[in-house]
């Protein structure tokens, strides 16, 4: 915050404008006299806690406060220079760090087999069929029960995946770099995540009938070997620039990716055209992206993961760097303490749901998918895809001030990302702690409701926000941690 | 009688709008009592206090809203509870209306209007510090209005102002002018060379309107909250307020307003300002004078530093009018003796102690009551008595007396109907925030106590603090006044002086 000029410290004059909190009676003396009186909404900070508010004002010493704005500001310009390029497709046992044979990754933070949501463990259950582990479900529930593999999250592996997020060793994911100039020890960073198996019945949303086993060997045996053919011959595919359009088109990279999957598809088309091993396979591979208008999720997922990944281990950074649910717990981690969940109870989506279906069936939110909240997108992007605004039960205004309302808790503006119905203003970007803390205002979340029961699937989609525990503890770790630094 | 608590999780209201809601409600039929407030603890003692109690309140949060409501049956209370949701949901304040243009943070707004420099606060106590801490930090001067800061956060945050050459006018800082501009309750006066500060808001505004009728004029009122004259405050913003004044160069005449200031504070003061080299004036509130010396001159009232500063400023009159208006005053009958009791109800805290000070002088017995007079109690003690109508048990839940009547206005009619009463003696202090046309609801309450009095005579003495530019113009409302019988004094202190004259029968003295 900028001091006043020289010329304007003396108050024995004419105020030039009054910024005015409360009753407003109390300002009537100075609209009276013509002075401009700008009235500032007012909540109680820190919903009224006064432990909270004595933390939050330790974070505001000036000393302090400053050493956090330069780190945020550090943060902010880290996110904003990396380049996400997407390069290629491997199988996660060879590609992605720390995957082994008896490791499966899911969404969220840590978890364990008994205290895994409906569609987390009919996913697992999948998995072992897919793996071969397993010959039927039941004996899929006993290995997992039985401690047959591990559970990691993907976010332990720069990985991430919608919903159930499922990664099992033999699975093709897509692989991103960052091609701007963060690299670490002079490599490019990755992130990683699986291909979008479409809608219907899917392991992510905790299905695993054989048609969902089969989909998923189409999809390792046919589809991952004639698009990696293709982005081989095509080469990179600079992924923000491509997400940029695809914003303007009325996407916002979480809920609606419809235009991303169109401009994906005209990328990679000639290519694969040239490269696949027949018409028949090209047309099979075309056909399943065109029919998937999620295809471009499990990229703008990544995507963000890399962006987020450019600002951790900041140490007085106060901005949130991962938002993820495994259908139980919703876990945040900050760009300061990087490891490090911060853990509360998932919570249901308020949303609209498919003919009959109602709230009672739904699974607590689920999904890594809040990457892209995180990264200044989705929900905090709503203003842009006016289009799923009424999916989500609300009015293309309510958008517009969902966007706005989230810049109340963000740390800037991304000017790649930019909001035709805002005046072509950035999306709001990288979730300030502090903010949250003190307005008492929860980043929104456009996200996907699965049923509560294995194997059944999607179920409607809304809104939701995380818990509050996660950023009351984050909050006093973080306080805890500036007080160290 | 049946009565419903409901709670409506986190939904945040200021006080202001939750008062109009509260006395809608009660407006309904077949309900007693109605409040709606945020559940901070504070509220939910009051709730105690009135007899609203559950389990449900008591795990209440600060942030939540509750909805208390008691009438003659179930069914007036569902039909209260219906409108209560009705209001709520069509919340049409202009915060909603104009959502988009607003900023939703302090923070927010300092970015968007980096030229303000002055941050006005009128939030709830509680949270009035963490908001002042913000705008000083960003290096912004602060009004204050708020009160229940707790004093050692006003400590700290006039220390912090201090350190960086900043204004933090408050806690509890009724008024202030800056540039001829009016912050808080401030009358609308000419400008001149007479600079203020003071720890009193009402004293601040009767001194202010007062030199505005002398023909002088206010360059700048600085307010500085009522503890800020404590031992413990040090008067650290009054020190910062008058050398404000002192470098000022609209500023040739300063005046000094305070209550009970601690002695040590009080000597301190005495040395800053004699070396001032410009005239001062001093009024310390509820103290008799001490002796002037060194440019240095304390008062006995509010208007005798006033006429002082005028005079000092060269001002076209250093006297108000001799005469109170004597108005339609009903006939005092030559055979009426003893004029009863006298009952003092104001509206300014610091004109009730003016006045019971100047009662005190002239050897009257005066009491000020610690507790609310109730209805269907007799009177307190044999002595006069003065009640300050702002104090806190009267005030609870409820707006200021200078801008909510009601509490004052019910004393009137049942004090003034009381036949051991005699004397009735009262302030109206107008300006930007307070009751829009006031006088009037003063006039019916009059009118009603006379008509339950019969034949038995009720005298009654007014002063009315403001000035004709004010929005209720001050001419009017003593108009109106006048006309319903009282006798209107251009100051409190010659209010009481003329009550008191009446009390002891000092006849054609003045009138």
Wanted: hydrophobic share 45%; charged share 20%.
């Amino acid at each position: 915050m900028k001091n006043l000029p020289p010329e304007n410290r003396n108050p024995l004059k004419i105020p030039q404008t009054v910024l005015h909190l409360g009753l407003a009676e109390v300002a009537q003396g100075a609209r009276g006299a013509g002075v401009p009186v700008v009235e500032v909404d007012f909540v109680p900070p820190c919903g009224g806690d006064p432990r909270r508010m004595a933390l939050l004002d330790e974070l505001s010493r000036p000393a302090l406060a400053a050493r956090i704005e330069e780190a945020n500001q550090q943060a902010l310009k880290r996110l904003l220079t990396a380049q996400p390029h997407l390069v290629g497709i491997g199988r996660a046992r060879e590609v992605v760090p720390g995957m082994r044979d008896d490791l499966f990754l899911h969404a969220g933070p840590p978890i364990s087999w008994e205290r895994m949501s409906g569609p987390l463990r009919g996913a697992v259950m999948g998995g072992l069929l897919l793996e071969g582990r397993a010959k039927d479900p039941q004996e899929a529930a006993r290995l997992a029960a039985a401690g047959a593999v591990r559970f990691e999250p993907c976010h332990a592996h720069q990985a991430v995946g919608p919903m159930a997020g499922l990664v099992t060793p033999s699975m093709p994911v897509w692989i991103l770099e960052d091609r701007g100039p963060n690299g670490a020890d002079g490599r490019p960073r990755r992130a990683f995540c699986t291909l979008n198996e479409g809608l219907g019945k899917v392991l992510r949303y905790g299905a695993f009938s054989s048609e969902v086993i089969e989909r998923l060997r189409f999809m390792a045996e046919t589809l991952a070997p004639t698009l990696q053919a293709a982005l081989e011959a095509r080469g990179p595919i600079d992924l923000k620039t491509l997400f940029a359009q695809a914003l303007q088109m009325g996407d916002e990279g979480h809920n609606r990716n419809r235009a991303g999957t169109s401009l994906l598809f005209r990328e990679l088309a000639p290519a694969l055209a040239r490269t696949a091993r027949d018409g028949e396979t090209a047309a099979r591979v075309l056909e399943f992206i065109h029919k998937n208008d999620h295809f471009f999720l499990n990229l703008t997922m990544p995507m963000a993961k890399l962006l987020l990944m450019a600002t951790e281990g900041i140490p007085l950074a106060s901005c949130v760097s991962i938002m993820a649910r495994n259908g139980t717990d919703f876990g945040i981690q900050l760009s300061a303490l990087p490891g490090r969940w911060f853990v509360g109870p998932a919570q249901v989506v308020r949303g609209l749901y498919f003919p009959g279906f109602s709230e009672k069936d739904a699974n607590p939110d689920i999904g890594d998918s809040a990457i892209t909240e995180t990264a200044g997108f989705g929900g905090f992007a709503m203003a842009a895809a006016p289009a799923i605004v009424q999916f989500v039960g609300g009015t293309p205004e309510d958008a517009l001030n969902t966007t706005r309302r989230m810049a109340g808790i963000t740390l800037g503006a991304n000017p790649s990302f930019a909001i035709p119905s805002l005046g072509f203003s950035g999306a709001p970007t990288l979730i300030d702690l502090r903010k949250v803390i003190e307005l008492g205002r929860l980043p929104t979340i456009n996200t996907g409701i699965a049923h509560r029961e294995p194997g059944v699937g999607q179920v409607g989609a809304g809104l939701v926000t995380p818990p509050w525990e996660c950023f009351h503890q984050a909050f006093e770790a973080f306080v805890a941690h500036a007080r160290e630094a | 009688m049946p009565e419903r608590i409901l709670i409506h999780r986190a939904q945040y209201h200021d006080s202001a709008y939750l008062m109009r809601l509260s006395r809608r409600l009660a407006q309904s039929e077949g309900i007693s009592e109605a409040v709606v407030v945020m559940a901070t603890e504070m509220n939910r003692a009051l709730l105690a206090s009135v007899g609203f109690r559950s389990a449900e309140l008591d795990s209440a949060r600060p942030l939540d809203l509750v909805v208390a409501l008691r009438g003659k049956d179930l069914a007036a209370l569902e039909r209260a509870g219906a409108e209560c949701e009705r209001l709520l949901s069509q919340d049409d304040r202009p915060a909603a209306s104009g959502a988009a243009a607003r900023p939703a943070s302090l923070r927010e707004a300092l970015r968007e209007h980096p030229q303000a420099e002055l941050v006005s606060v009128a939030v709830p106590g509680e949270y009035a510090g963490h908001v002042a801490r913000q705008a000083i930090e960003a290096g912004r001067h602060v009004f204050l209005f708020s009160n229940n800061v707790p004093l050692e956060q006003e400590i700290a945050l006039k220390r912090e102002a201090r350190a960086r050459d900043l204004l933090l006018m408050g806690p509890d800082c009724g008024t202030a002018i800056l540039g001829g501009v009016g912050l808080g309750f401030a009358n609308r006066v000419r400008r001149g060379p007479v600079g203020l500060v003071g720890a009193s808001g009402t004293g601040l505004q009767e001194v202010s309107s007062l030199l505005h009728q002398l023909g002088s004029g206010v360059s700048h009122a600085i307010g500085t909250g009522s503890r800020d004259l404590s031992a413990e405050v040090g008067a650290m913003m009054t020190e910062a307020g008058l050398r404000l004044l002192a470098a000022d160069p609209d500023t040739r005449v300063i005046g000094l307003i305070a209550k009970h200031p601690a002695q040590e504070v009080a000597e301190r003061l005495h040395r800053l300002l004699a070396g001032f080299g410009k005239p001062v004036v001093v009024r310390f509130l509820g103290q008799p004078a001490r002796s002037s010396s060194a440019g240095v001159k304390y008062a006995d009232s509010l208007e005798e530093a006033a006429c002082l500063a005028a005079r000092l400023s060269g001002a076209p009159r250093d006297r108000l009018e001799d005469a109170a208006s004597s108005g339609a005053e009903s006939p005092v009958e030559p055979e009426a003796s003893a004029p009863g009791r006298l009952v003092g109800l104001f509206g300014g805290g610091s004109l009730a102690s003016e006045a019971a000070l100047t009662l005190r002088s002239r050897g009257l017995p005066v009491e000020e009551p610690g507790e609310p007079l109730l209805p269907g109690q007799p009177l307190p003690g044999a002595a006069h008595l003065v009640v300050d109508c702002g104090e806190e048990f009267y005030t609870r839940g409820k707006p200021h007396p200078m801008v909510d009547q009601t509490v004052r206005c019910e004393l009137i009619r049942r004090l003034g109907a009381d036949p051991a009463v005699g004397v009735l003696l009262f302030d109206l202090v107008l300006g930007d925030g307070a009751h829009p046309d006031p006088a009037p609801e003063l006039a019916q309450a009059l009118e009603a106590a006379r008509a339950a009095r019969g034949r038995r005579p009720l005298r009654v003495f007014a002063s009315v603090t403001g000035t004709e530019l004010d929005p209720q113009d001050a001419n009017r409302q003593r108009g109106v006044l006048e006309r319903a019988g009282a006798r209107c004094f251009p100051s409190a202190w010659r209010a009481a002086v003329g009550a008191a004259d009446e009390l002891l029968g000092v006849r054609g003295k003045d009138a």
